[in-house]
């Protein structure tokens, strides 16, 4: 599904050590075990919808969960995939970083 030229542009100036691009799917595994290990493996992807733009762009609207320096948090994010000849040639990654909220844990909420 991935082009071979794929490519993955991450754009979160609050985690400059992340921001870029990831060239194909290594790149793309490199991207998400950095983010698997800042986050201590809490990273998860939660869709809530998902809006297809004429026949080469696809609009994703994610609520990601996870847990930074022991804070858990959630944030929106919008992520653009490019789809080329039936592969995906590009996405682009935009936490809207500035709207993050924090998560109480059970503990908290008691």
């Known amino acids: 599904m991935l082009a071979k030229d794929f490519v993955w542009h991450y754009i979160n100036p609050e985690l400059p050590e992340l921001e870029g691009d990831y ?5 793309l595994t490199d991207f998400f075990q950095k983010i698997a290990d800042r ?8 869709p809530i919808s998902i809006i297809p733009i004429g026949d080469e762009l696809i609009i ?8 930074l320096e022991g804070k858990p948090m959630e944030i929106d994010a919008v992520v653009v995939w490019c789809i080329i000849d039936g592969q995906i040639k590009e996405a682009w990654d935009i936490p ?10 059970v503990k908290e909420k008691l």
């Open 60 to 67: 994703t609207h994610v609520k990601d969960t996870l847990s």
């Open 39 to 46: 986050t201590g493996d809490s990273f998860k992807v939660n």
């Open 23 to 27: 060239f194909g799917l290594s790149g």
């Open 96 to 105: 809207v970083v500035q709207t993050a909220k924090m998560i109480k844990t």
